[in-house]
């Protein structure tokens, strides 16, 4: 398959590796990735703080960079970008009365795929081949479990990877109170459902806690480096591309 | 709790929740009832194989309503003058007050007994029957509560849901007669509610309640509810008034039967709910001999008007939405200075309201998506606070800085060279931050709010694109 990787604006920036091990995975079951360097952002913090004018330029972009190329999916490390793109799209060409935009986001969206239901859902691949020794949880988030419904693909992933101890979060499915511009906007609420979330993770004696989105995985590294909790936090890509070395 | 409870204060939601998250027997008590509703909720909806169909058979019953309002209401208002009752309308909250208030001084009595009515709440009813000298009694016993404690609703369905047992016995110890010693078990605290409440039943000769629904085609109205105190009122007085917002009619009879599985199952986590009252107009010889049903307006037509925002207008109040949200579940409702908390109450204040009071609430979410999962009627509350959000900034937005911000990062991230010139500057200003951890507390708003709590992320030195590029 040729596969197109969204890196979505905050995972090239600020958390690269998740991306590389993205690439990784995918190359070691394959296929070709292909990183079209013209992609930016998907819009969804403008779309969601209340710019959709502003968010709909970076649609634009965004249909332009991988309606074209050929690719048979576009795959992202990231749950919430791509439930940006299949759901926010449609709504905000809807919204906007653009028909024609609406035609393109439909052309495109279906092939927008967020990595773990891609590996599960689309590939049927379970077992990447990956080695990780290390206590694990595995924090659900948000816009994966509910927009997407990604369900136990990720855990189905996490299970197959060889010498992986998989322990379960209480309250998994308690938003880490990350939000986008929720965190800055309502800071104390944000924090307070942040020191819950890291709790639970603390309590769980993992080494390392695990999603599908670097966003939330930053929020929840911030909380628990400021409690200096000992716990790293790793994307799934990365658990997945490790190998036994 | 007044109409103007609404009103934005000075720092609106996030101010409010700062100060409500500081009280950590609040925030016990309502993560102790929130947690066990939401926990019980869960269990009542799995019992049904069907449930996902019967929300969206709920959630297309109640678009028909909406999308033919008019047609329906006139309906409704011919069946219930038929049936022997009689229908007026109010545009607003003042002439709702008015006409409820009216038609009390015409049966000559100085004191009433209500049903729990969130929409009696929301146009001020006893406070404006308090200045006509008409005392109004809560019979539901977390109104009653909170009447007693001059307190106000915090949550949709359990009104007193931030205070504990050991409060309530307090209050009831020093506000009810002939209460001075009580034990804080469930079973004494409602006795001691009963004996109190059963003598006002009985002399009561005027009672005022609010809908759950009204069939249009048959002119019956319906509430529900799980104390019985609503079935005195609604049988034992000789005049009854019923005070409905106009997006509470159903078409048919027919249509109860999804909304009374949906409904309990989702508020009080029940299969189907102690006390469902319908009544018809008026029976000679048997209940009210007087029933007047009073349609409100206050802002619904305007919702009407926003195709992307009448969706709230579907709501049925089960508060289901408030009991899973992790805002709510922190913050309590009283943050929300709205009788409408929780995520329901950050769509329909502001737009009941106008935009202008509670125009912080759209923000009092992290779009996590819990509430939209559970509403019995599907309505799509994050896209819906999205909508909002968007529409507050078009209409001005009070927040220069962002909006700058917002408007730079657009036109940087629309071009890929000057994406990644903002790339590296912000890189390189985040890993100076990184090696001098108090510059965020100097940075500006958003940065110092972030690093509050939590530690800044450290950008690396070479980003996707250029690890890319050298591969």
């Known amino acids: 398959m040729r596969i197109a990787l969204f890196i979505t604006c905050l995972g090239d920036t600020l958390f690269p590796e998740a991306g590389r091990a993205t690439v990784t995975v995918l190359e070691r079951l394959g296929h070709e990735v292909a990183f079209p360097e013209e992609q930016t952002c998907c819009g969804q913090m403008h779309a969601n703080s209340g710019y959709p004018t502003e968010a709909l330029g970076l649609v634009r972009r965004f249909l332009e960079v991988f309606g074209e190329g050929g690719f048979d999916a576009v795959v992202a490390p990231s749950g919430s970008c791509t439930a940006m793109v299949r759901h926010g799209y449609a709504r905000l060409a809807a919204e906007a009365g653009d028909t024609e935009l609406a035609r393109r986001v439909d052309a495109v969206s279906g092939r927008v795929f967020e990595l773990s239901e891609f590996l599960v859902g689309q590939l049927g691949v379970v077992d990447v081949g990956a080695y990780f020794a290390h206590r694990v949880v595995y924090h659900p988030s948000c816009?994966?479990?509910?927009?997407?419904?990604?369900?136990?693909?990720?855990?189905?992933?996490?299970?197959?990877?060889?010498?992986?101890?998989?322990?379960?979060?209480?309250?998994?499915?308690?938003?880490?109170?990350?939000?986008?511009?929720?965190?800055?906007?309502?800071?104390?609420?944000?924090?307070?459902?942040?020191?819950?979330?890291?709790?639970?993770?603390?309590?769980?004696?993992?080494?390392?806690?695990?999603?599908?989105?670097?966003?939330?995985?930053?929020?929840?590294?911030?909380?628990?480096?400021?409690?200096?909790?000992?716990?790293?936090?790793?994307?799934?890509?990365?658990?997945l591309a490790s190998v036994q070395t | 709790m007044t109409a103007g409870a609404a009103d934005e204060l000075g720092g609106g939601f996030p101010e409010a929740a700062r100060a409500a998250l500081r009280n950590a027997q609040l925030r016990r008590n309502l993560r102790f009832a929130t947690h066990t509703i939401r926990d019980k909720r869960a269990r009542a909806v799995a019992e049904l194989e069907d449930w996902e169909e019967l929300r969206e058979a709920g959630r297309q019953i109640k678009q028909r309503a909406i999308r033919h309002l008019d047609r329906h209401l006139l309906a409704l208002e011919k069946a219930v003058t038929r049936a022997g009752g009689e229908v007026h309308?109010?545009?607003?909250?003042?002439?709702?007050?008015?006409?409820?208030?009216?038609?009390?001084?015409?049966?000559?009595?100085?004191?009433?007994?209500?049903?729990?009515?969130?929409?009696?709440?929301?146009?001020?009813?006893?406070?404006?029957?308090?200045?006509?000298?008409?005392?109004?009694?809560?019979?539901?016993?977390?109104?009653?509560?909170?009447?007693?404690?001059?307190?106000?609703?915090?949550?949709?369905?359990?009104?007193?849901?931030?205070?504990?047992?050991?409060?309530?016995?307090?209050?009831?110890?020093?506000?009810?007669?002939?209460?001075?010693?009580?034990?804080?078990?469930?079973?004494?605290?409602?006795?001691?509610?009963?004996k109190y409440l059963r003598e006002r039943f009985l002399s009561a000769r005027v009672a005022v309640s609010g809908a759950n629904f009204a069939v249009a085609e048959t002119g019956t109205i319906c509430v529900v509810e799980s104390e019985g105190n609503g079935r005195m009122c609604t049988t034992l007085p000789q005049a009854l008034i019923t005070v409905m917002g106009i997006e509470k009619v159903l078409p048919r009879l027919a249509d109860l039967e999804v909304m009374l599985q949906l409904l309990p199952r989702s508020s009080t986590a029940e299969r189907m709910n102690p006390y469902t009252s319908l009544w018809t107009g008026v029976r000679e010889g048997d209940g009210p001999q007087q029933f007047h049903l009073v349609l409100l307006d206050a802002g619904r037509t305007n919702v009407l008007a926003d195709q992307a925002?009448?969706?709230?207008?579907?709501?049925?109040?089960?508060?289901?939405?408030?009991?899973?949200?992790?805002?709510?579940?922190?913050?309590?409702?009283?943050?929300?200075?709205?009788?409408?908390?929780?995520?329901?109450?950050?769509?329909?204040?502001?737009?009941?309201?106008?935009?202008?009071?509670?125009?912080?609430?759209?923000?009092?979410?992290?779009?996590?998506?819990?509430?939209?999962?559970?509403?019995?009627?599907?309505?799509?509350?994050?896209?819906?606070?999205?909508?909002?959000?968007?529409?507050?900034?078009?209409?001005?937005?009070?927040?220069?800085?962002?909006?700058?911000?917002?408007?730079?990062?657009?036109?940087?991230?629309?071009?890929?060279?000057?994406?990644?010139?903002?790339?590296?500057?912000?890189?390189?200003?985040?890993?100076?931050?990184?090696?001098?951890?108090?510059?965020?507390?100097?940075?500006?708003?958003?940065?110092?709010?972030?690093?509050?709590?939590?530690?800044?992320?450290?950008?690396?030195?070479?980003?996707?694109?250029?690890?890319?590029?050298?591969?």
């Not at chain 1, 998994?172 to 459902?193: H, I, L, R």
């Not at chain 2, 500057?425 to 939590?454: E, K, N």
Request: charged share 25%; with cysteine.
């Open chain 1, 143 to 239: 816009h994966a479990l509910r927009m997407l419904h990604v369900a136990d693909a990720p855990l189905r992933l996490l299970r197959a990877v060889r010498g992986i101890e998989l322990v379960e979060l209480d309250e998994a499915e308690s938003c880490c109170g990350f939000g986008g511009t929720f965190a800055v906007k309502n800071p104390d609420v944000s924090a307070a459902m942040l020191s819950d979330k890291v709790r639970a993770v603390r309590d769980t004696g993992a080494e390392v806690c695990t999603a599908l989105d670097s966003s939330c995985l930053m929020q929840i590294d911030g909380g628990l480096r400021r409690m200096r909790a000992g716990v790293r936090t790793m994307h799934l890509s990365e658990i």
């Open chain 2, 89 to 194: 309308w109010a545009a607003d909250a003042a002439a709702a007050n008015r006409i409820v208030g009216d038609l009390i001084d015409a049966t000559g009595s100085r004191e009433v007994v209500k049903v729990k009515s969130i929409t009696t709440d929301e146009i001020g009813l006893n406070d404006a029957l308090a200045r006509r000298g008409i005392a109004a009694l809560e019979t539901d016993l977390a109104e009653l509560i909170n009447q007693l404690a001059g307190d106000s609703a915090s949550h949709i369905l359990v009104p007193a849901i931030h205070r504990n047992r050991a409060e309530i016995r307090e209050l009831f110890e020093t506000r009810l007669p002939g209460c001075e010693r009580l034990d804080d078990s469930p079973a004494a605290l409602a006795e001691a509610a009963r």
């Open chain 2, 309 to 471: 925002g009448r969706e709230a207008l579907h709501c049925i109040r089960c508060s289901a939405c408030l009991n899973v949200c992790p805002v709510y579940e922190r913050t309590g409702g009283h943050a929300y200075g709205s009788v409408y908390p929780g995520p329901i109450g950050a769509i329909l204040t502001p737009q009941l309201h106008g935009l202008e009071r509670g125009r912080s609430l759209p923000w009092a979410s992290s779009l996590c998506g819990a509430c939209y999962e559970v509403c019995p009627v599907k309505i799509d509350i994050p896209s819906v606070l999205v909508h909002l959000r968007s529409e507050i900034v078009r209409r001005g937005s009070r927040d220069h800085g962002e909006r700058l911000s917002m408007r730079a990062v657009a036109a940087a991230f629309g071009r890929p060279g000057r994406y990644r010139l903002a790339q590296r500057a912000g890189g390189w200003a985040g890993r100076v931050v990184a090696r001098h951890p108090r510059l965020a507390q100097l940075a500006p708003g958003p940065l110092r709010a972030w690093s509050a709590a939590r530690e800044l992320p450290v950008p690396p030195e070479q980003t996707f694109r250029d690890w890319w590029r050298g591969r």
